[in-house]
């Protein structure tokens, strides 16, 4: 989907650039609880996100849910953070600056968070101060989601209201069938495949409550059954559809059958809001694949193209534990695309098209 802000009859400079915003969701300053708790506070009262009421939204999460939340999201983080920082936060710098240099001169790339810092607010200045031509956004999530696209989308929009000139404005909306996404994380799977048989591969993909998906389907076309097993001019915005669209030709890719791999949905809140979220649930199926005489599996987390906490100790690590305490002999991540070359080049090319 593009979203265009500018009169129809511009014309481009041959000396104009084109800039781009490549965003990722967000990361908190440090692994320090403070900063973890800065960073939940805005994430976790984000109406895209929690879709309550703003009233009982902001005393709930703020009030009680983040300062519970905080000191021990802050233990994981500091599990997870290296000496470079944040992985999702360094990822995308190195992504930002190597799409940089595939696309030249004539681009200006630059890079900002949904949640804290770099914030989109001071990405969209500096492409501003450039005075660019014209801004393709593109969110770093391969299946668009509300909460997460959407979120970024609506605040490029707010933010852009105030500009006295606009330029135009184009979203790459999603990119969960793209070819060149596709290539990279097919050869990063088949680079593990190669140094050791598995049993079965999972495809695991962050979880959203199934209220968000139905809010998207204006001709109540969902049933979270087979309607999701092709994509439709009714169904391309589905998260659900779009998940299973990404894992088919995943698996395609690695010449799978449909029985040698599992697409499942992980980092769920539980059962607090009494609302069911996508199934199957990752920690729950995986626990089941021991007995099925699955004991050495290759997990993919392809909602997610940087290394981040949901990918590298949520599936890596926690999900190694639980499958190990069933029975399992091996667990192994594959490691997300962060800046590799093939990544870089996908990138750089969906901006082109664009």
Excluded at 35 to 46: A, G, I, M, P, Q
């Amino acid at each position: 989907m593009i979203l265009n802000f500018a009169p129809m009859n511009s014309t481009t400079s041959p000396n104009a650039r084109i800039g781009v915003l490549l965003v990722n969701l967000g990361t908190p300053d440090s692994p320090n609880t403070p900063d973890v708790r800065r960073y939940l506070n805005e994430f976790l009262t984000d109406g895209r996100v929690v879709d309550m009421p703003a009233a009982i939204r902001y005393p709930l999460f703020q009030g009680l849910v983040v300062p519970l939340r905080a000191p021990k999201s802050a233990k994981i983080y500091k599990e997870l953070w290296t000496e470079r920082g944040s992985p999702l936060l360094f990822h995308g710098l190195d992504l930002q600056a190597r799409v940089q240099e595939a696309l030249g001169e004539h681009y200006l790339v630059a890079f900002g968070m949904r949640y804290q810092k770099p914030s989109i607010e001071k990405a969209l200045e500096e492409l501003r101060a450039a005075a660019v031509e014209r801004i393709i956004v593109l969110p770093l999530f391969p299946q668009y989601a509300s909460a997460s696209t959407g979120s970024v989308q609506e605040k490029v929009m707010d933010l852009v209201k105030d500009w006295w000139v606009v330029p135009s404005i184009s979203f790459i909306s999603q990119f969960a069938t793209d070819p060149g996404f596709i290539a990279t994380i097919v050869a990063r799977g088949r680079a593990e495949m190669d140094k050791q048989h598995y049993d079965h591969v999972v495809l695991s993909y962050h979880g959203i409550p199934e209220r968000h998906v139905k809010k998207g389907d204006p001709t109540n076309y969902c049933r979270f059954g087979s309607c999701c097993d092709t994509l439709t001019p009714q169904n391309q915005y589905c998260y659900r559809a779009q998940c299973f669209a990404t894992s088919r030709l995943i698996a395609a890719g690695l010449g799978l059958q449909p029985e040698q791999y599992t697409v499942a949905f992980q980092s769920r809140l539980q059962s607090r809001l009494r609302d069911p979220w996508l199934q199957p649930y990752t920690d729950e199926a995986l626990k089941e694949f021991p007995a099925k005489g699955i004991k050495n599996v290759l997990a993919f987390s392809p909602a997610f193209v940087a290394d981040c906490l949901e990918t590298t100790i949520e599936v890596g690590e926690e999900f190694k534990e639980l499958f190990e305490s069933a029975g399992g002999q091996h667990w192994q991540l594959v490691p997300s695309l962060n800046s590799e070359p093939q990544w870089v080049e996908a990138v750089a090319a969906m901006v082109r098209r664009n």
